[in-house]
DNA sequence: GCCGTTTTCGGCCCGACTGTTTTCAGTCG
């Protein structure tokens, strides 16, 4: 996996001295396409690249082929020496600053010698960017103020942490007297493990000035700064150092509109060039036929004169280029509008068709509620079943069980579960996998259960075949019936095992092992695009929220959420099971 | 650089806002 990242990250620094460069746009597009594949794919490379089937990945052409070969042989690339050739490095770190893009980095670079973010700082102190063509004043406050932004929010902010920042600000602006609709659109909307600002869409009242709520928006309680106040789009930041952006369209034009600004952009392309292979134009204002869209009255901020096709809602669009809808957890260009084109969409599963939660922990080891607590707390939320899964002895830090303490919290499990009808209160344990891959416990203590969660907490830094040999040998024992966020990555903290999933996800789909979605943030581990590729490979997946209190149990929503990114159904998930047919999922391994 | 049920060459998504401009380039999503 370090092997696919190291080369995605080559490849977004060869397009980005592509664009410093000036080099014609598609090239640095093609190689950002490449970048994102090596991020997202969980095949393995050298395999790929062994087998000759690397040449079937679409967007991976000759070039992208030959640049992949060669580091996988030597570890470099002569492609990127070439071209980075008298780049400063400092140079490409630039286009991280927020209002600042390639072409004047460029110009900063060879006119004025500035190389570095520090360089850039220290020149407009002493006021070295005066006279530069097309840089004024603003311009350079503009770019003193990026620099500040980047360094104070350091970029994304997590799922849980944007959804509760912008949940209030929609009901503010939902309330306002000229919104007839409001609605989250953007990487929000998608569900995205993290997201960079929050999107907003509202449908003003017909006759009112859009400009109004705009303004009404900039006037909230939240609201740090105004970043841009245009007729449709008004851009603001919240204390929290989040970016809002808001636009303002008709109501017969939403549907359009809301299909734009959720994107992905990548999705949206895709969308708009079907559109033109059917002679059709797709913008956020409604779907048009081309004949009629260019000689139609264009005005900054009106809908164009013509009739659309369609714009009401996103449906409505989509029925236009031939497809059915398509959820927004799916769009991000991963094989949505094909599999949509053919019928082939999934139908994904819903937070209503999850049954229980099969790892939670209470008091006995590190969890801030009792068995009895956390029983009743499922059984309100209706569920069938629980799975209570305290810690193991080796983690010492959250108060791990020893034998003889898992052994009397087996039968307090069991003496309490009498007290909760209606729901199956399952005795289990999260048992560490240590780093060679034995268990925290014998066969004799886990044959007392009747659910074994196995996770890795510790040495999460080994390699790939140490790693994948621990993993592999957990899934093999027949007391274990799931892995606990298998990869133990946390978002933005660190990497996580570099699993061999292939082989992984063949164990685990041979043994009738389910691997996690871990619903709690930053953990969300498997990712959307490895539990994606396990299923497809035939493995179960539990989606847990892996919670330490009754309000933990919420985070189940986000995990869901991740099994939707990750074009789970129903069918696929153990959570989705009846109580019985959990039963025999558990006894087929023993 | 990549791609091809009209193309192996000639395309490659689209609009809003800002700033520095007299008609547009750069940036962003």
């Given at each position: 996996m370090s092997l696919n990242n190291d080369l995605s990250n080559l490849f977004a620094t060869m397009a980005a001295i592509l664009e410093i460069k000036g080099e014609p746009v598609f090239k640095a597009i093609a190689f950002t396409k490449v970048s994102r594949w090596l991020k997202d794919s969980t095949l393995d490379l050298a395999d790929l690249v062994a087998t000759g089937k690397l040449a079937d990945v679409e967007g991976i052409g000759p070039s992208s082929r030959r640049i992949i070969e060669e580091f996988i042989r030597t570890g470099s690339s002569s492609d990127f020496q070439e071209l980075s050739?008298?780049?400063?490095?400092g140079v490409i770190g630039m286009?991280?600053?927020?209002?600042?893009g390639p072409k004047t980095i460029s110009l900063l670079w060879k006119s004025r010698n500035i190389t570095s973010v520090d360089e850039l700082k220290s020149a407009i102190e002493k006021g070295e960017l005066a006279g530069l063509k097309g840089i004024g004043e603003k311009k350079i406050a503009a770019i003193k103020e990026g620099i500040e932004l980047r360094a104070k929010a350091g970029g994304r902010v997590g799922l849980p942490a944007a959804l509760a920042a912008a949940l209030p600000i929609l009901e503010e602006l939902g309330a306002l007297p000229n919104v007839v609709e409001a609605k989250i659109a953007g990487s929000l909307r998608r569900f995205r493990e993290t997201i960079g600002d929050v999107d907003l869409l509202c449908a003003a009242k017909?006759?009112?000035?859009?400009q109004s709520i705009g303004r009404a928006v900039a006037a909230f309680p939240q609201v740090q700064k105004v970043l841009a106040q245009g007729v449709t789009k008004t851009s603001i930041v919240t204390f929290d150092g989040l970016q809002v952006d808001l636009r303002i369209v008709p109501p017969a034009n939403f549907g359009a509109a809301l299909l734009y600004f959720t994107g992905s952009k990548e999705h949206g392309v895709r969308l708009r060039s079907r559109a033109i292979d059917q002679g059709m134009t797709l913008n956020e204002w409604g779907i048009y036929r081309t004949s009629e869209y260019d000689k139609s009255a264009k005005k900054t901020g009106e809908a164009p004169s013509v009739k659309p096709l369609?714009?009401?809602?996103e449906a409505d669009v989509y029925k236009v280029l031939g497809l059915p809808y398509i959820e927004p957890e799916l769009r991000e260009d991963r094989g949505e509008i094909d599999a949509a084109a053919a019928g082939k969409l999934p139908k994904l599963v819903e937070l209503a068709e999850i049954r229980g939660d099969l790892h939670c922990h209470t008091t006995a080891s590190d969890g801030a509620n009792s068995i009895l607590e956390m029983a009743q707390a499922a059984r309100e939320k209706g569920y069938q079943f629980l799975a209570i899964t305290d810690h193991s002895k080796s983690s010492v830090i959250a108060n791990g069980l020893t034998a003889e303490r898992l052994l009397a919290h087996v039968k307090a499990i069991h003496k309490a579960a009498e007290q909760v009808k209606g729901l199956t209160l399952l005795a289990g344990c999260e048992v560490d996998i240590l780093a060679d891959g034995h268990l925290d416990f014998e066969a004799e203590v886990l044959a007392e259960l009747d659910w074994v969660v196995a996770s890795p907490h510790v040495a999460l830094r080994q390699d790939r075949p140490k790693a994948t040999d621990r993993i592999l040998r957990a899934i093999e024992s027949r007391y274990v019936n799931v892995i606990g966020h298998p990869t133990g990555r946390m978002i933005d903290q660190r990497e996580g095992l570099p699993l061999d999933f292939a082989r992984i996800f063949r164990a685990a789909a041979g043994s009738g092992t389910a691997l996690e979605i871990n619903g709690s943030y930053p953990r969300f581990d498997l990712n959307d695009v490895a539990a994606r590729s396990a299923a497809e490979a035939g493995v179960m997946i539990a989606v847990d929220t892996d919670a330490h209190s009754v309000g933990g149990l919420e985070q189940m929503m986000f995990g869901v959420e991740v099994a939707r990114r990750a074009w789970l159904t129903s069918g696929q998930i153990v959570n989705c099971m009846t109580p019985a047919r959990l039963t025999q999922f558990i006894s087929r391994k023993r």
């Open positions: 050739k008298g780049v400063p490095a286009l991280d600053i927020p209002s600042l017909p006759g009112a000035d859009p369609a714009s009401r809602t």
